[in-house]
């Protein structure tokens, strides 16, 4: 399901970082902590009285690279076209500057709720301050404070109430995926070679995020499917091509809305710092993954060629061992036939069970082969486990004390498991809980 999405937009050193870091507050930490992800800090998955939602921070700007204006603008724009809800954030500090109202100005165009928050309120004489922001026309400002916490609650209750309201959730039986990567990876071209086929079946459905319309397929075996949008079907002009922020807020609605993601890599300029984001954010939401080398068919080749892509794939993307690769030409249609019955395989994968009894075999199998290391003069004892849940398949492990599991035992765990069932293409979870 698509969630939310809340922009935090104002003039540089308002404290947006700030209090982006505070919203997220310990969901930053529950993301798994696997060496090799990395994390632009611009987006981020927040929770408000059970209530999810994304959050992205536009700021962190240097205003002397460029002209005033044409940054504010560009943070602007970007915000207003992807939020359902705008914070504007002014600071108590400086009080109403010019660039506070410049910036309002582009808000008070759009159609976009805003609501107005003033940071920097650290104590009660503070609040007399914020009497002035009401000119900037958006109603009553919050007062706020990044430093300490305060006056958030309030803010988000206000911000919620802007939300859209939840969708029904309507039953689909297709296999919803998504190819998501940095602007000119050839996603486009993948979704026209695709749809482009004579032998397959295409209808237009309509989207639940924003007007978008995705497309649904059958293949001549009879697996149906459905293509997400992503910004690779529409072009939204070169400022937003151009521009990594909006390419991640794309990449983030499609890939909630996906049971299956397709990272698209190009295999003209290899790996870039901006694939990473994009995939690592498919990584932490749970979703099945499959890497796309694109344009394979513009390089000269070997016999070592595609061995050493992979070890450079795997290499960087090391929270993605779990991910096929498959090196594809949307020009030549090299192996785009192989895409569907791979992401049938991984989307079952997904969505795999395991029986309690199956799964203690194969823990007391691995405790066996390798029995877990004293730490501290105690030593890690392991009870039961069993599946909680799937899409990403998450198991619980019962122990006498978590904290006694270490990370690289943890990791040999979930590669056991690995051995024993078919988990190509999904991460899976393990959580570690004291038995009761």
């Given at each position: ?24 507050g310990d969901r930053i930490s529950i993301v798994e902590d696997t060496p090799g992800v990395t994390r632009d800090r611009i987006y981020t998955r927040a929770e408000w009285l059970t209530r999810e939602f994304r959050l992205i921070d536009t700021g ?377």
């Open positions: 399901m698509a969630y939310p999405i809340v922009a935090i937009v104002g003039r540089p050193n308002v404290g947006k970082s700030t209090i982006f870091n505070r919203i997220a962190g700007i240097d205003m002397s690279d460029e002209p005033f204006m044409s940054q504010i603008v560009q943070q602007a724009e970007i915000a207003i076209d992807e939020a359902d809800v705008i914070v504007f954030m002014v600071s108590a500090i400086e009080g109403l500057t010019d660039a506070d109202e410049r910036v309002a100005k582009i808000l008070y165009r759009s159609n976009k709720p805003v609501v107005l928050a003033v940071n920097k309120v650290d104590n009660v004489e503070k609040r007399a301050d914020i009497y002035d922001f009401y000119a900037l026309g958006f109603g009553e400002p919050f007062p706020i404070s990044g430093s300490h916490g305060t006056g958030l609650g309030d803010l988000l209750d206000e911000v919620m109430g802007h939300f859209p309201e939840k969708e029904e959730n309507v039953e689909d039986q297709t296999i919803r995926f998504s190819f998501i990567g940095r602007p000119n990876v050839g996603k486009s071209s993948l979704v026209n070679a695709i749809l482009g086929e004579e032998r397959v079946i295409v209808s237009d459905i309509a989207g639940t995020t924003r007007d978008a319309i995705d497309t649904r397929f059958t293949t001549p075996e009879g697996d149906e499917f459905t293509m997400v949008d992503t910004a690779g079907i529409r072009k939204r002009g070169k400022v937003y091509e151009s521009t990594e922020k909006y390419s991640v807020m794309r990449a983030m609605r499609a890939i909630d809305d996906s049971n299956v993601v397709l990272m698209v890599l190009n295999a003209e300029e290899g790996i870039r710092d901006q694939d990473k984001h994009v995939a690592g954010y498919a990584h932490e939401a749970g979703r099945a993954v499959i890497i796309l080398v694109n344009k394979w068919d513009t390089l000269e080749k070997d016999n070592h060629t595609m061995g050493e892509f992979e070890d450079l794939i795997r290499t960087e993307f090391q929270y993605l061992s779990y991910a096929p690769i498959i090196f594809v030409s949307a020009k030549t249609k090299q192996r785009l036939d192989k895409i569907p019955a791979l992401i049938k395989r991984v989307n079952e994968n997904h969505q795999r069970r395991i029986q309690s009894s199956t799964l203690n075999e194969v823990i007391m199998d691995a405790l066996a082969l390798n029995p877990a290391p004293n730490m501290n003069g105690k030593r890690l004892r392991v009870y039961y486990a069993t599946q909680v849940a799937v899409q990403p398949p998450t198991f619980v492990v019962f122990v006498n004390e978590p904290e006694l599991m270490h990370f690289s035992y943890e990791r040999f765990l979930e590669n056991q498991i690995r051995k024993a069932f078919d988990f190509t293409g999904t991460p899976i979870h393990l959580i570690k809980r004291a038995r009761t």
